[in-house]
């Protein structure tokens, strides 16, 4: 079942804006933990705008596996719908209704306390907004710099090829028509907005010869 109490073990985080409100333990028996707005879920969210049984974990093959419960509104993991069981990974962010936010930690990463700041750089791919320890970038990012953004927080830490990039930032271009510079510049660019409200952390890491990945999060 699911505690309201700090440990070792993978944590359910309900953000609300910066702050963090609640946060539930997953203990790793193999039974389903309901998320949702009925009093009787373990993962118990009393918000009008989330379903009854909203959603659900279980924990499969060393993993935990959300999938949705037949919620009305529908779940998202990192701005994506879940259609079929999606397996959790560190960092993940669990939409449930617009502004409500729970965060996944694994078992073996470190927590934030309650009501600290939770620092770092999201990506909202459904209002297509930039944030950096919950401030949106104002003005926006130029398209093809939100997108490069959008490509990289879909994994965080995962490298992204240059090709990749091409495809995702100038979609229907020549690979060979972009060179380096142009998306060393664009890169660039994008740190310097980015140094705007973090100027001490390097958000996007060059992995040389390659190509990039995302450090989203302070350590």
Not at 28 to 48: N, Y
Request: aromatic share 6%.
């Amino acid at each position: 079942m699911v505690e309201n109490l700090q440990t070792d073990k993978a944590l359910l985080i309900w953000r609300d804006g910066e702050l963090i409100k609640n946060q539930w333990i997953l203990n790793d028996t193999g039974e389903e933990i309901l998320i949702g707005r009925a009093v009787e879920c373990p993962v118990h969210i009393p918000v009008r705008w989330i379903s009854r049984r909203h959603a659900a974990l279980k924990y499969e093959n060393g993993r935990f596996v959300l999938r949705d419960a037949g919620s009305k509104n529908g779940v998202f993991v990192n701005g994506q719908r879940v259609v079929q069981a999606h397996t959790l990974n560190d960092g993940d962010i669990i939409q449930l209704a617009p502004g409500l936010e729970l965060l996944y930690v694994d078992s073996e990463a470190t927590a934030p306390l309650p009501g600290r700041n939770r620092l770092g750089l999201q990506v909202d791919l459904q209002q297509r907004q930039v944030f950096v320890h919950g401030r949106a970038l104002t003005p926006p990012l130029s398209p093809q710099q939100y997108e490069f953004l959008a490509l990289l927080s879909r994994q965080p830490g995962r490298v992204y090829s240059r090709a990749e990039i091409i495809e995702a930032v100038w979609p229907g271009e020549s690979p060979e028509g972009i060179t380096d510079d142009a998306i060393d510049a664009l890169v660039r660019r994008i740190r310097q907005r980015l140094a705007e409200i973090e100027p001490e952390h390097n958000f996007i890491v060059t992995v040389r010869g390659y190509g990039f990945r995302l450090e989203p999060e302070l350590a």
